[in-house]
């Protein structure tokens, strides 16, 4: 059974396909290969609640680097083509914390 791996804050665009890179403040363990189920909220439900599985992915890549370095582009592909590398980076760390300066994992990953 594959992993899970929340995408709370990203559930539309994990639906829509349009997120192909996720960037986490931990998940330095997998490698290119690993399957993963995306789902939309693992951790932290209520009783009664159930996990819900948004789809199975393959990981493709997995590297450490600065939040400060995100491109334009890379936060298109993290799902938001509207918007630019300073929202992505205040985005980041109002919900997941530290700074800018950070060293992240990204994670590319395709859908399966």
Known sequence: MPRNMSFALTTEQFKNQTKTVTRRTGWKFLKAGDLIMGCKKCMGLKPGEQIERLGLIRITSVSTECLFIISD????AEGF???DSAWFIRMFTEHMGGDAFQDVTRIGFEYI
């Open 73 to 76: 582009d890379e936060v298109h």
């Open 81 to 83: 083509p509207d918007k």
